[in-house]
């Protein structure tokens, strides 16, 4: 069956950078789309960056544009997800789907703090 673990988060200060990780497995993971989503306390799930198959290309939310970078390595299943000049306001759970509605993993904490 499908599954998606993500790691990689943790608490960072406003400036600093963090990388997140997805590994996936039980599906064709070189035709997929992959998607990053979070999900900030009391606010609905929000689109934050897709990258399409073979990587050639990559969408970004207009709040994490210029800041966040996705990529992905199809030989080994994984996607990353590289978050620099962090904002208190990135501070949430931050997940992994396949496609822009798949299942996604159980999320990993950001929380971006002084």
Do not use: H
């Not at 208190?88 to 703090?113: L, M």
């Amino acid at each position: 069956q499908v599954q998606i673990v993500e790691s990689g988060g943790g608490l960072a200060q406003p400036g600093g950078s963090l990388r997140l990780t997805c590994s996936a497995s039980g599906f064709t993971f070189s035709s997929a789309i992959m998607t990053w989503l979070r999900q900030a306390p009391g606010k609905e799930l929000e689109w934050v960056s897709e990258i399409f198959s073979r990587g050639t290309y990559t969408f970004y939310a207009d709040s994490v544009k210029g800041r966040f970078t996705i990529s992905r390595d199809n030989a080994n299943n994984t996607v990353w997800l590289q978050m620099n000049d962090l904002k208190p306001e990135d501070t949430a759970v931050y997940y992994c789907a396949k496609g822009r509605a798949g299942p996604r993993g159980q999320g990993t904490q950001v929380t971006v703090s002084s």
